[in-house]
């Protein structure tokens, strides 16, 4: 018969008995244990990008890319790339954006998914281009909170070893 697992009262204690050996009892204020295990969990999640395949081969590249409505009356212009245009309905085609744009507003995060957690905080802004609609939600690297104004002038930067992912593209302030 194997040993009964290590009880422990308080749970930080709990994730380092999961570490070490596998099992733990957590025993809360009331006196009830409750036996917990640690189980190895992965997953490939295999996700096609469809029509927005070429926004994210774009980065790979160092291009930003968004879409402009194809009707020539309207021809808007979109930070966000979209298959079809919000103001007419109209398809849209690919544009490259301007590597520099401004901050509209921001947002600093204090919490993130497990992706950012490590950087923690960070900013979040959503940019505008001259001649471009609607913006674009990023990163903004390499400032902290007291150095953001709406209007500052920012420019993108881009993974050097591209994830396909929005992460292969952020910006920073201008110099
Ligand atoms: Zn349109």
């Not at 927005?52 to 212009?77: N, T």
């Not at 497990?114 to 609607?134: H, I, M, Q, R, W």
């Amino acid at each position: 018969m194997s040993e009964r697992p290590r009880s422990f009262s308080k749970f930080r204690e709990v994730q380092t008995e999961l570490e070490r050996s596998g099992s733990a009892i957590f025993r809360d204020a009331e006196g009830v244990e409750s036996l917990i295990v640690r189980s190895p969990y992965s997953i490939n999640y295999i996700h096609s990008y469809a029509e927005d395949s070429a926004f994210f081969l774009g980065l790979a590249e160092g291009r930003l890319r968004g879409s402009k409505c194809r009707r020539p009356k309207c021809g808007f212009v979109y930070g966000t790339p979209r298959g079809h245009c919000m103001v007419c309905g109209a398809p849209t085609e690919w544009v490259d954006l301007p590597s520099k744009g401004r901050v509209h507003s921001w947002t600093t995060c204090h919490f993130g998914s497990e992706a950012f957690l490590k950087e923690t905080p960070y900013n979040l802004a959503l940019v505008e281009f001259d001649g471009v609609g609607s913006l674009l939600l990023v990163r903004l690297k390499d400032c902290v909170e007291s150095d953001l104004y709406v209007g500052m002038p920012i420019e993108a930067r881009f993974d050097p070893n591209p994830k396909y992912s929005i992460t292969d593209v952020w910006f920073v302030p201008s110099r």
